[in-house]
């Protein structure tokens, strides 16, 4: 397990490095997708002093682990479905992340719990919320506390005086994944894992019975090479099966995938102190509070069985949020209040139920031949303890002895020190020249890795201002996600590395260009490539809102599924030949 000078930069220098060893080592461990599950497999083999390559498609967190509900939670609903081993063991990596692996990214969250019937169901929730107190040793959050309706609608004005009779306030977590999943996989580049983004798996490599490596294909320029290792893990998520086909293997189990719709609206449009979950027919809803500025509302869940790549949101899928949040609200939200929207698909195992909101968020793991594991299922939260199962899986395929898993001491990049930084924040606001509150957001998104960014603006001080039509962010922190985050496209820095896709009702349109021509100097950009990036991504932004006027999946997915890709070479994998 080697380190190497910055290691931990995922920019074009070290991507050009990664190929070149891509085609020449050998790997214990090679791990095909770099969302959540991906990224933790990659660290936690890594720590374990082990080879690893991560490749991924699209790029970090690009489908599923960037369209969550945006929590680090034990999931209160599934108390009800007596998944207590899975709520226990959520609340624990809830804590973990809190207290000492990422408290820069994940941070504790009011919420309210309205209360609707007397008598039955203030005790009846209490008890839940008792358990979930004290289940994964939480120390890190408040307990619940009881309200009356009165100081209940004193925390949440904008709740209809007959929407509740009381309420309970408990605490959760919220994080923006796609920068923690991100930062995942940086940590494990950091202890020597090789990442590379928009790499695409397009067969396996096999010796008699044995699969010995993956073919993969650069999705930028068309290159490929082979990948040889000990042991491939198929980390997947809602594209499982496709990669067990194009293994020429059948899988232990199968993956359905369940759509879920958020929205997001501006925070002056509900008044509140305090997120919200409400009780529908099927599940929950949450009004999450997102930054200082915005509401996220969701969540939706349908099946679906079209584009993996590009789920689409429906008008109906809208309509549905906004009809269980109005039947609560003083003030009613309309479609003209909303500033982003996002689907995303949750990898679920399939199991007998027809209802997704019923089938098991537990996770599964298989061998499915020698030399190839497969691991899906889980939810966010979880995402550490499915990575050590998946390498403990793969273990037995690995010729040298592999030490047990350490991620549960191995804090995120920009962990170590955080703390002492945000009682810094006067003096790093002097030192850099920035208001107190852009250091303090600058902090919560990187962390002590903040001399990093804002080193970026040695002798370029325009760097320290805003993004002109996103001001929540500063022009420096684009250029950091191309230089070191491994952003290679316009998608990857407005969707994923900042949110400006959904936190502007612009979408990004507005920005495109002043944020193509900040990165352009780093990724080698011409002319024209910077109208390619542009047009592309504004196609999508216009795809994404056509589709959302659609009445249904079929519609909305055939107008999403035009727009264009930012990676020109994405394949339909071909399998190679046994």
């Known amino acids: 397990m080697t380190k190497h000078p910055q290691s931990q930069f995922l920019g074009p220098e070290q991507r050009e490095a990664a190929w070149a060893r891509l085609g020449k080592d050998t790997f214990d461990v090679i791990v095909i997708g770099a969302g959540v599950v991906g990224a933790g497999i990659a660290l936690d083999a890594a720590t374990r002093g082990l080879e690893v390559a991560l490749v991924e498609a699209r790029d970090l967190a690009s489908g599923t682990s960037s369209r969550s509900s945006k929590m680090f939670h034990g999931g209160l609903r599934y108390l009800e479905m007596m998944e207590f081993g899975l709520v226990r063991e959520a609340l624990k990596e809830r804590e973990l992340a809190l207290s000492s692996l990422a408290p820069h990214l994940v941070k504790p969250l009011k919420f309210l719990y309205p209360l609707s019937h007397y008598v039955w169901e203030r005790p009846y929730v209490a008890a839940g919320l008792t358990l979930y107190d004290t289940m994964g040793g939480a120390k890190s959050v408040p307990g619940q506390h009881h309200l009356t309706k009165s100081a209940a609608l004193r925390l949440a004005p904008g709740l209809k005086d007959d929407a509740l009779t009381g309420g309970l306030t408990y605490y959760d977590t919220v994080v923006d994944d796609a920068r923690h999943t991100m930062t995942v996989a940086r940590t ?196 550490r303890v499915m990575a050590y199962d ?146 592309t991504y504004n196609a999508r932004v216009t795809a994404e809102i056509e589709s959302q006027t659609r009445p249904d999946d079929t519609s909305a997915d055939a107008l999403r599924a035009a727009a264009p890709e930012p990676r020109p070479k994405i394949l339909e994998p071909v399998p190679i030949e046994k």
């Open 188 to 383: 494990a580049a950091h202890y020597g894992a090789v990442i590379r983004t928009s790499t695409q798996v397009v067969g396996f490599l096999r010796e008699a019975d044995r699969v010995i490596g993956v073919k993969v294909h650069d999705s930028e320029d068309g290159r490929t090479t082979e990948v040889r290792g000990s042991v491939v893990i198929n980390a997947t998520g809602v594209w499982t099966d496709e990669l067990q086909a194009l293994a020429h293997q059948r899988g232990r189990f199968h993956v359905r995938a369940s759509k879920g719709v958020h929205i997001v609206v501006p925070r002056d449009r509900i008044a509140s102190d305090t997120s919200i979950i409400l009780r529908t027919e099927k599940s929950v809803l949450f009004v999450i509070s997102w930054g200082t500025d915005h509401w996220i509302i969701g969540t939706t869940d349908t099946d679906w069985n079209l584009d993996l790549a590009h789920p689409a949101a429906t008008k109906s899928d809208i309509d549905y949020l906004l009809e269980h949040v109005n039947k609560v609200l003083v003030t009613p939200l309309t479609h003209d209040d909303i500033t982003g929207v996002y689907a995303g698909l949750r990898p679920l195992l399939a199991g007998e139920s027809e209802q997704s909101s019923k089938l098991s968020r537990e996770h599964a793991v298989a061998r499915i031949a020698p030399g190839l594991v497969a691991i899906a299922g889980g939810k966010y939260t979880t995402y």
């Open 390 to 535: 998946a390498v403990d899986e793969a273990a037995q395929d690995i010729p040298r002895r592999v030490p047990p898993t350490i991620t549960e001491k191995v804090p995120l990049l920009g962990a170590d020190g955080y703390h002492a930084l945000m009682n810094q924040t006067p003096h790093l606001a002097e030192k850099y020249g920035v208001h107190p509150y852009r250091i303090q957001h600058l902090l919560n998104r990187y962390g002590s890795l903040i001399d990093e960014v804002l080193g970026l603006a040695d002798g370029k001080p325009e760097l320290l201002q805003p993004i002109t039509a996103a001001p929540g962010y500063l022009q420096v922190e684009a250029v950091y996600a191309a230089a070191a985050e491994a952003a290679l496209h316009l998608e990857d820095i407005l969707a994923r590395r900042t949110r400006i896709s959904i936190e502007y009702a612009h979408r990004g349109v507005e920005c495109a260009d002043q944020v193509a021509r900040l990165v352009a100097p780093v990724l080698g950009w011409d002319e024209s490539e910077i109208t390619r990036e542009v047009d």
